[in-house]
């Protein structure tokens, strides 16, 4: 069964069945970008889950939250996005502001308030305006459409270079099974729209019939494997929010324990797998695309620990900018990474070239290390050699640039 | 007792009596800059240590630990210390030239090969050549001196841009003891010098008599209060080594449990803390001391993990480099930092303003907040107002030089 599934072309939230999308300019940027979007299901969908764990929770993410967990049938219609201000940081009012956008939104979709959420990316510690807030609904829900999906990818910017959309389709008993989905985050920062941080929000849509508990139970791996496998800066935003949303007008069914449910979670993990390398790929200022892998630890959580110390590690990630093969550092990355492994048995490999070996120079000459950390990907073996566990994260370098994005504009 | 010591101008490790210093080029630098040095006591000092709790511990660093814990009388006569190459990564190979130097250097000394220390800093995975240690061990040895302080602290410098010394003094029933030391680290590199990683090395010197166990439990403390607080961009080096020494040559032996080891100790911790005050003000391409106080958090272990993840928060590093007051990333920060909290009681200051409140927007002027993260120095407070515990961290911005420092030069 595995990868029976396609790549949509130009697919995106829309694609699936009974889903519509709209992405319009309702004055929360500066720039007069667009910055709203709405996402609306014809029929009630299924909803599961994932937001930050942050402490500062922002407003919407809170509401969202309890929202999922007293619907009483995890029945929903929407959502509405807006991009500019991330209303994190606003306390009771902030709530209520979110509360009441929903509220709106659900009037003037014609639906229960319950049954709609609310995402939000920009700037923390601004209230949300109302009446800008109603102005994106009324303009998003006449602009709602079947193609609409593009239009609400970019809406959901904030320091993205590009959207990010994505759909893939397979077949179930001669019927076609879509699922969709948008992300942002991660990107360059228009130097006028004083976003504070690059949140990431995932949408994600699908036409297939699927109960609420094995939606959540195909959301939570495949959003393990993707999205927390990635870090461009190490920091967590206020708001992260990933969304699926299941509607069945495929008019199929996914029932646990079928090949299809293990074909839906296959198709799914792709779906965030390569928003996630989109993600990466646009990361602010980012020269390099840099695949860590991790083998042979004596357990996964050791693996992750090596993993997550390189991607992180500022010394590795300006050696990644300078095309400097520097395995030093990596090695200093996975000494201090409280990950067990035996040092002396330690191997690394640039794009398959040794340049550790147990524990020491390999002995690779300089001039073919620095070919394998020239391009745009890199790609990095760690191989510990002290066990059967594995684990691989993708990252980015740290340029000039990111430091231009994140310090040459003031709130 | 408090406090009653002195700063001795232009004081260094030779302050002290009965310690002698010297700095020599020996070679392992292309530059032709100091990189070699040597620190004797006159007569055996009990030595104390801390080290690396890095997994990949450099040759240097694993020998030296286990001298110390070898030693029957705790009795040692001093350190070689070379700059250029780190002997990290470098096998049974780099163990055997670690152990030969330290031979070589006691047989010029006349002392017993196991009470001679050496350490290294510099490349990692590059052999040490240990005819140019041989070479340092003669030139130094033949410049030993009273005054040698000051060269010493230049010979070991790699990515430092000045050298860091210095020596405080306090009375003990007539009789002045003198407490000197050194450090290195975190400083900008030289281009050519291909130095991996900016590791931390200190050695201190003191002609009190004290015996081991008293040394250690005072050491101990004094480096998670002066070291152990610093972070200029969160990566650990395989290579960092505290050694302290105290010989007793003033004459006056420091006691436990008398007001002279209290007064022993706090002259040691400001010493202490004066050379990590150093270290970050030369920290690489830093344009900002920050200094971090987190207050009323329900535990120590909760203070910490708020200072650090505010201390080693990329962003927040971009943020200050570009004098930008940015609550949001500061809070984003607490908010991901694991410690324990009410989001909603947090109050934040910079240098004694106001800039949160409860968690949300204290309603302090921009251009206020601006003042106060403008100067050479930021100060920023966190009241948690959820406990009695505190913390504190010193930390560096992260700014184009530093991207430069660690990008543009190859291996």
Not at 28 to 55: E, Q, W, Y
Not at 108 to 136: E, K, N
Request: hydrophobic share 40%.
């Amino acid at each position: 069964m595995e990868k029976q599934f396609r790549f949509v072309e130009n697919g995106s939230v829309s694609t699936p069945a009974g889903f519509l999308a709209a992405g319009v300019t309702a004055g929360f940027k500066k720039t007069g970008a667009p910055d709203f979007a709405m996402l609306r299901s014809t029929v009630p969908a299924t909803v599961a889950g994932a937001f930050t764990s942050n402490k500062f929770a922002a407003a919407p993410v809170q509401l969202s939250r309890q929202k999922l967990l007293d619907s009483a049938d995890g029945l929903f219609y929407g959502v509405i996005i807006n991009s500019g201000i991330a209303n994190a940081c606003t306390g009771q009012t902030g709530l209520q502001t979110a509360a009441a956008s929903c509220d709106y939104a659900a009037r003037v979709m014609g639906v229960d308030p319950a049954q709609v959420f609310c995402a939000s990316t920009g700037r923390i510690g601004v209230q949300l305006d109302l009446d800008l807030i109603r102005r994106g609904v009324d303009l998003a829900a006449a602009a709602l459409s079947a193609d609409g999906g593009a239009d609400a990818a970019r809406a959901i910017m904030t320091t993205d270079t590009v959207p990010k959309s994505v759909a893939v389709q397979f077949e179930c008993g001669g019927k076609t099974v879509s699922i969709g989905a948008m992300t942002k985050g991660a990107g360059m920062i228009e130097p006028q729209l004083k976003t504070l941080h690059a949140t990431m929000l995932c949408f994600v849509t699908t036409d297939a019939g699927v109960e609420k508990d094995l939606l959540t139970d195909c959301l939570e791996p495949c959003t393990e494997d993707s999205f927390n496998r990635i870090s461009v800066d190490g920091d967590m935003s206020t708001n992260d929010t990933v969304l699926l949303m299941a509607n069945g007008c495929s008019g199929v069914t996914i029932r646990r324990g079928t090949p299809e449910a293990e074909l839906f979670r296959t198709a799914l993990e792709a779906v965030l797998r390569e928003l996630a390398r989109q993600m990466v790929m646009d990361g602010e200022g980012a020269t390099k695309f840099v695949d860590i892998q991790v083998q042979h630890a004596p357990s996964r959580e050791d693996a992750r620990k090596c993993a997550k110390a390189v991607a992180n590690s500022l010394l590795c990630k300006t050696a990644w900018f300078g095309n400097d093969p520097n395995w030093g550092r990596v090695i200093a990355a996975l000494g201090y990474s409280g990950a067990e492994f035996d040092p002396d048995r330690t191997d690394i490999y640039y794009g398959g070239i040794p340049v550790v070996r147990d524990g020491g120079d390999a002995g690779t000459p300089e001039s073919e290390l620095a070919g394998a950390v020239n391009g745009r990907i890199v790609e990095i073996l760690i191989d510990l050699n002290s066990g059967d566990a594995d684990y691989w994260v993708w990252t980015s370098d740290v340029s000039y640039e990111y430091v231009k994005i994140n310090a040459d504009y003031h709130t």
